[in-house]
């Protein structure tokens, strides 16, 4: 059974190490410096502790297995800022032996449930990532058409979901 948790400090350092195997095949493919698997404690410290991120533990059968963040305010590669209502999916990260069995949509689809009044919502990836896609597409986000090449090689795939109804939650 798959559920979520708002994060805590006491969860970083491991939600570090899931994080670090969970990109590390990504970085090995494009060397991006932005990586996560690259970032330190203080990558996952400083977003607990700000107001323009809103971070969660994903759990399978009570054992973290992952994390996920949306960013809250300010601009993404591909929104110059956001508005009320609009959120970015900036990071979904499962573990290895967990990927491909749907954990991740699943943990999209119930974090949604705890974003005030979302409207809009957005997230980017390489675009080469079927994988990606996929879990994208099945949580409901669909192509915008829009890409931006961030590194040679490297072109981020512009995806958004549009929230028709109403949903009340944490934020």
């Given at each position: 059974m798959i559920g979520i948790r708002l994060t805590t400090e006491n969860e970083?350092?491991?939600l570090l190490e899931i994080q670090r195997q969970a990109f590390l095949p990504i970085y090995e493919e494009y060397h991006d410096e932005g990586n996560p698997c690259?970032?330190?404690?203080?990558?996952i410290t400083c977003r607990l502790e700000s107001p323009n991120f809103l971070y969660f533990t994903i759990l399978c059968d009570g054992k973290?297995?992952?994390g996920l963040m949306y960013k809250i305010k300010g601009k993404t590669p591909f929104v110059e800022k956001l508005g009320r209502g609009e959120y970015?999916?900036?990071?979904?990260?499962v573990l290895p032996e967990n990927q491909g069995k749907g954990v991740a949509t699943q943990a999209i689809l119930l974090s949604e449930k705890?974003?005030?009044n979302p409207k809009k919502l957005y997230v980017d990836f390489p675009e080469k990532l079927q994988k990606n896609r996929r879990c994208y597409e099945k949580a409901g986000y669909c192509d915008t058409g829009k890409r931006l090449e961030t590194e040679p090689g490297m072109v981020l795939a512009a995806f958004e979901k549009t929230i028709k109804h109403k949903k009340f939650g944490l934020l």
């Amino acid at each position: 059974m798959i559920g979520i948790r708002l994060t805590t400090e006491n969860e970083v350092n491991e939600l570090l190490e899931i994080q670090r195997q969970a990109f590390l095949p990504i970085y090995e493919e494009y060397h991006d410096e932005g990586n996560p698997c690259l970032r330190g404690r203080e990558d996952i410290t400083c977003r607990l502790e700000s107001p323009n991120f809103l971070y969660f533990t994903i759990l399978c059968d009570g054992k973290t297995v992952g994390g996920l963040m949306y960013k809250i305010k300010g601009k993404t590669p591909f929104v110059e800022k956001l508005g009320r209502g609009e959120y970015y999916l900036s990071r979904v990260y499962v573990l290895p032996e967990n990927q491909g069995k749907g954990v991740a949509t699943q943990a999209i689809l119930l974090s949604e449930k705890h974003l005030k009044n979302p409207k809009k919502l957005y997230v980017d990836f390489p675009e080469k990532l079927q994988k990606n896609r996929r879990c994208y597409e099945k949580a409901g986000y669909c192509d915008t058409g829009k890409r931006l090449e961030t590194e040679p090689g490297m072109v981020l795939a512009a995806f958004e979901k549009t929230i028709k109804h109403k949903k009340f939650g944490l934020l």
